[in-house]
């Protein structure tokens, strides 16, 4: 998404532009990534031209720990566990 | 007894208790995701998100580290701790077995005192390194959260679990103690 204002000020000739990207997400992390930027096209006279544009980019994280088949997994071991402590018991 | 009786009798055992294993478990995350809107604050925001940015601002001095409630946030990162990143569904299953499996209640409560630590920890330590790795590293980021941290989740508990319902420590623990 782009947009452009021509004429900033009432005489002006600066043209803005502001860029802000779709959002890119990714289910397995819950990842969102927006960027954002903005540059002004100056007109003739500019003191300083090296700071005309600025990017900003945020990513959004989220952390979940287990997935369903860790968690399984998981589950396996801790019902290992227990048959082994039976098994023992058995023997004993 | 005879041989197959006391056989059956001990499956019967074993299966009971996995049967309340399940069923504690399935109780304590219903009790989780039941109260979660109040406990929420206590369990994520002073637990997780506010250690885990104490240790973010110590080991980034010079990064500008922020937190609310529910994420850790620099200029260009936010990281959030929701419902699933707290570990509470790896944590129910120790407590579920902590409680269940045959074992002295001296042991058991050590159990559940030193698991809870554990995934406390080993929780914080994978929050503090996914937001390093998110900030300077991004593109490892998913395979560190998917396949390293996952696996080292696993690894820890699994060891955990196995090394406390050891059956010979059990047992001396049950001896000594009778």
Request: hydrophobic residues 50%.
């Amino acid at each position: 998404m782009s947009w452009s204002s021509v004429r900033i000020g009432r005489w002006g000739t600066t043209t803005l532009t502001v860029t802000a990207t779709q959002p890119h997400y990714t289910g397995s992390t819950q990842e969102y990534v927006h960027t954002v930027s903005a540059s002004v096209g100056s007109g003739i006279g500019d003191p300083i031209s090296g700071n005309n544009s600025q990017s900003t980019q945020t990513t959004t994280v989220g952390v979940p720990m287990l997935t369903l088949l860790a968690l399984l997994i998981l589950g396996a071991v801790f019902i290992w566990a227990r048959w082994r402590m039976q098994r023992r018991e058995a023997e004993a | 007894m005879t041989g197959p009786v006391v056989n059956k009798a001990r499956r019967g055992v074993f299966l009971r208790s996995l049967v309340c294993w399940l069923l504690l478990y399935a109780v304590l995350l219903t009790i989780y995701n039941g109260t979660y809107h109040l406990t929420r604050e206590v369990l994520i925001g002073k637990v997780q998100v506010a250690p885990a940015s104490f240790l973010l601002s110590w080991t980034l001095p010079d990064v500008d580290i922020r937190y609310d409630a529910a994420s850790i946030q620099t200029p260009a990162l936010v990281l959030q701790i929701l419902r699933g990143c707290d570990g509470v569904e790896v944590w129910a299953m120790l407590v579920a077995a902590m409680l269940v499996f045959p074992m002295p209640w001296r042991r058991r409560w050590q159990g559940l005192v030193w698991g809870t630590l554990l995934l406390l920890v080993a929780n914080l330590a994978r929050i503090v390194s996914l937001f390093h790795i998110a900030l300077t590293r991004m593109d490892w980021f998913d395979i560190a959260h998917g396949v390293i941290w996952q696996g080292v989740m696993v690894l820890l508990t699994g060891a955990f679990v196995l090394g406390w319902t050891n059956p010979r420590r059990v047992s001396a623990e049950r001896e000594a103690f009778s």
